[in-house]
């Protein structure tokens, strides 16, 4: 993912692109607000995952697009589909939330505990340290006025299709070279592991997402349309007969379009078996199936050591 400029604060935070944090960030020592104050300041708060320093986890933040705080209750947009729609904007609860003297305490409602340390970087950034794993990670706040959803949905675009068990072909145009292509009605893109794995199924007519029978997998990529932010191109690689190339457009929430490039064919898929990144519990307090799915957003860029000072002797 590209790290998100950021819009306010210092001049020189605009020259943030680099593959770690910058050392000499100027910390905002003491806020003239109380940390309840500053966490509600900003509808939304992205989490910036690239700039993430130390080589730990906190499961809920590495998920979640952008965290919400509203009078003790946590909020997080953890998918795509739904995005800035979900919960007036702001997702769904994740849990509850304790904030005082520049700590934050979180009681996840799988995770449990965490607490963090929290820093003001900049007037519409925060760093919350975890002592638990020695991690930072930090948020850029945002209005939701002024917060562009389809720009953060198109960067993280290929998150957006691996929230459907599987992608089924419901229109091809009367246009357009025949090609092998045209066999595929059933395509899947795995969450987890290499975050790059696809299916395909020449299956016709499966009502049952889980009854498709997969007859290839293999890697996919997506790549950026030059001048255009919302356009993406979509790369299957089929060994057997050479890589496939389309444009990738969104149509609507569950519902995506492909060009491809070779044939001039455009074909459009639609979501079946909507998977829901909530991390919720079912009635005897286990994890639910969406809970048990491996994806979490990765950081494209080179993890650092953090050179942050645990205080509180954890």
């Known amino acids: 993912m590209k790290t998100i400029k950021l819009l306010l604060g210092f001049a020189f935070i605009a020259t943030l692109f680099t593959s770690c944090y910058v050392e ?6 003491e806020p003239t607000i109380s940390l309840n104050q500053l966490l509600n300041s900003y509808d939304l708060w992205y989490v910036d995952i690239n700039s993430t320093q130390g ?3 906190t499961p809920f933040l590495q998920i979640a697009f952008t965290v919400s705080f509203n009078n003790g209750r946590l909020y997080a947009n953890n998918n795509l589909v739904g995005f800035g729609n979900q919960g007036n904007g702001y997702g769904v609860e994740i849990g509850y939330y304790d904030a005082y003297d520049m700590i934050l305490d979180v009681n996840h409602i799988i995770d449990g505990f965490d607490s963090f340390d929290v820093y003001q970087i900049d007037n519409n950034t925060i760093e919350l340290y975890n002592p638990y794993n020695d991690t930072s990670y930090f948020l850029d706040g945002y209005q939701k006025s002024n917060f562009d959803y389809d720009y953060i949905f ?16 419901t229109y091809t145009s009367n246009y357009g070279a025949l090609n092998d292509f045209d066999n595929e009605n059933y395509l899947q893109f795995l969450s987890g592991g290499n975050d790059a794995t696809f299916r395909s199924s020449q299956d016709q007519n499966v009502y049952n997402t889980n009854n498709i029978y997969w007859d290839y997998t293999g890697d996919y990529g997506i790549g ?7 356009s993406k191109t979509l790369t299957l ?4 007969f050479d890589n ?8 609507n929430d569950s519902t995506i379009e492909l060009y491809h490039t070779n044939s001039g064919t455009v074909y459009e898929f639609t979501g079946h078996g909507y998977i829901q990144y909530y991390r919720s519990t079912n009635e005897e307090g286990k994890s639910t199936a969406e809970v048990d799915r491996s994806k979490k957003r990765k950081q494209k860029t080179k993890k650092v050591e953090n050179t942050r000072t645990n205080t509180r002797n954890i």
Do not use: M, P, R
Request: net charge negative; charged share 25%; aromatic share 28%.
């Open 224 to 230: 950026n349309v030059s001048g255009n932010n919302y």
């Open 154 to 169: 198109y960067d993280n675009i290929h998150y957006f299709l691996q929230e459907y068990e599987a992608w089924g072909k």
């Open 237 to 240: 690689d089929y060994d057997f």
């Open 244 to 251: 496939e190339y389309f444009e990738l457009n969104v149509i």
């Open 24 to 29: 000499e960030t100027h910390y905002i020592e």
């Open 55 to 57: 080589y730990g986890e």
